[in-house]
């Protein structure tokens, strides 16, 4: 079998594209990334993003078995989440915190569809699911709890009312993966529910492969 050194060599064009590699004193391959993180992954043009439409209200608990957001992995490609996203369009004039909960399920039956907009992370059309589509989207679905826990940091909002508040995103880099059969489930859930409505959304990419 030929080495990881040899095997980065052919790639960069046989000997003469030198390429250096070495190891640490527990023999792990050190390199160097050519490229940002999640170049080559966007690259192949199978980026998305999505967000609810509708506005909704947040939970003042955790979450259980109620998704603002569910999207269904129809397909047999993995959904790699890439990043979490959150808005707060209108508010009320009370100090507020607010934070992202998301989980995969396990393999369940589609959603009912309401149709969001899938938007290419790489300049491709659109996409618009339906009932049969690779990535199935529901709002305000029932689910069953497979481990709900908040992604990223606390959201404190200030003091302002009725007009857009904070908004942020959350790095996920892939420690979301949703097989097929299985859905990616997301709601906001903080201290106030009362005249506040938000917007949740996700970044993701279909690779090919399983997770055996």
């Known amino acids: ?12 064009g046989g000997n003469e594209g030198k390429a250096s590699a070495s190891a640490d004193e527990l023999k792990n391959l050190l390199i160097a990334a050519g490229n940002p993180s999640y170049m080559e992954t966007r690259r192949r043009g199978e980026g998305w993003t ?7 209200a947040p939970l003042v608990a955790i979450p259980t078995t109620a998704a603002a957001l569910e999207l269904y992995n129809n397909g047999s490609r993995l959904m790699v989440v890439s990043d979490l996203f959150a808005s707060h369009v209108l508010a009320t004039a009370v100090v507020q ?13 589609i959603p009912t569809l309401t ?3 899938l938007y290419s992370l790489s300049g491709k059309e659109l996409k618009t699911p339906t009932a049969t589509s690779e990535i199935v989207t529901g709002v305000g679905t029932t689910v069953i709890d497979n481990g709900w826990r908040p992604w990223g940091n606390l959201q ?8 857009p508040g904070e908004s942020w995103s959350v790095p996920v880099d892939g420690k979301l993966i949703v ?12 201290a106030l529910a009362t005249a506040s409505s938000f917007q949740v959304g996700c970044d993701f990419d279909l690779v090919r492969g399983s997770l055996e």
């Open 1 to 12: 079998m030929d080495s990881v050194i040899q095997m980065i060599q052919r790639f960069r």
């Open 50 to 56: 999505v967000q609810t439409a509708t506005l909704f």
């Open 97 to 109: 915190t607010h934070a992202i909960y998301a989980m995969v399920t396990t393999k369940k039956a």
């Open 115 to 117: 149709a969001l907009s």
């Open 156 to 163: 404190n909002f200030n003091l302002a009312a009725a007009t």
């Open 179 to 190: 097989p097929p059969g299985a859905s990616l489930c997301l709601h906001v859930a903080g």
